[in-house]
Nanobody, 120 residues
Framework: QVQLVESGGGLVQAGGSLKLSCAAS????????MGWYRQHAGKQRELVAS???????NYADSVKGRFTISRDNAKNTAYLQMNSLKPEDTAVYYC??????????????WGQGTQVTVSS
């Protein structure tokens, strides 16, 4: 059993910053990719940023230069630092973790989602 706990969402004015956290716990052997997705109202979920176990990162074009993904492997935690926020960044943000359990089984887990609202 694996649990993902997200935190850090909220309401911020345009130009402001927020930092999201996603902590994984439970029967984890290793974590491969950790990522953040977002879902705008009425639209499909989209990748925002991801980071590999080795630290390689990937960003959506819309957030490059403004968002930074990082991870603390010792804490099984991923972070998303969001700067220069825009109203169009308003969405529900979901953490995604690709891991192997202690039994060697690969799984893909989703967090419960956290609302980010950017006011103009």
């Amino acid at each position: 059993q694996v649990q993902l706990v997200e935190s850090g969402g909220g309401l911020v004015q345009a130009g402001g910053s927020l930092k999201l956290s996603c902590a994984a716990s439970g029967s984890i052997f290793s974590i491969n990719f950790m990522g953040w997705y977002r879902q705008h109202a009425g639209k499909q979920r989209e990748l925002v940023a991801s980071i590999s176990s080795g630290g390689s990162t990937n960003y959506a074009d819309s957030v490059k230069g403004r968002f930074t993904i990082s991870r603390d492997n010792a804490k099984n935690t991923a972070y998303l630092q969001m700067n220069s926020l825009k109203p169009e960044d308003t969405a529900v943000y979901y953490c995604n973790v690709n891991l192997h359990t202690v039994m060697g089984v690969p799984y893909n887990y989703w967090g419960q989602g956290t609302q980010v609202t950017v006011s103009s």
